[in-house]
């Protein structure tokens, strides 16, 4: 079953790119990361279109090609691609822009448990990375596993928190050592609260930055929850320190050589 988005596909392929000179790129992050907001903030860039998990499920069956990211196949929700039926408010806004984009792709958060895949498939991609604290995730974890309302499964609080940051940091450390210049590590904070990372975001992405500011209305923090003693522990007790400071000494590198 094939159903198609609200977009029109023939408008979609006005003044677009040539299948040829599209370039992919791909955000990552452990979840509760701030992806959504990286997301957002590259689709308000007129060349780049990047998918709010549009192939999140079929990426997972080792499936995904570049064809997926031609404008007709894109915009066609197809049963295996991802955990929705067609695109549709934002999701259909920012997939209008995949006929003129030049620079195409998708936010995976767990992209980072098969990077052997993706980069066999996009040889010449590029993966922003988004990178927060331990602490934040492990709250933001914690309220919604206890939200009946939201969706999130109960049993993945905090202590799951720990083990999906842990796992994604030690992975995307190993693939940084293999391909350092096609794996960019982006700070939360230093990204979209201060916004002192954009520069090297764009430079990264071979795109030409925006005039305009593109932090305007991206990001909404959540309001700061009442402090949980055991959460607090836990996430000392557990979280891999060593490899966030690491990642976080690397992104400083790679903003100095973007400079």
Known sequence: ???????????????????????????????????????RLLNRHPDICIGHERFAKLYKTGGLT??????????????????????????????AGIGAAKLVGDKIPRITDDFETLFAA???????????DPFSVAESYERRAKDPQDGWA???????????WNDSLLRTKKELGRRPDQVGIF???????????????????????????????VITLSPPTDQNPMLRKAVAEHANFRIYRWLLDKADAQDKSFT
């Open 66 to 95: 570049p064809a997926h990211f031609e404008p007709e196949r894109f915009l066609s929700v197809q049963d295996g691609d991802t955990h929705y039926d067609a695109l549709s408010g934002f999701r259909a806004a920012h997939g």
């Open 154 to 164: 109960p049993t993945r609080g905090f202590l799951a928190a720990m083990q999906e």
């Open 1 to 39: 079953m094939s159903l198609m988005s609200e977009i029109d596909i023939s408008a979609a392929y006005k003044a677009g790119a040539r299948s040829e000179d599209r370039r992919h790129a791909f955000v990552a992050g452990c979840a509760r990361s701030g992806t959504t907001a990286l997301t």
């Open 122 to 132: 996009f040889p010449g991609c590029k993966v922003v990375y988004i990178l927060r």
């Open 187 to 217: 700070c939360f904070h230093d990204l979209l609260i201060a916004g002192t990372s954009l520069p090297r975001l764009y430079r990264f992405l071979e795109v030409d930055a925006p005039r305009e500011d593109p932090l305007d209305e």
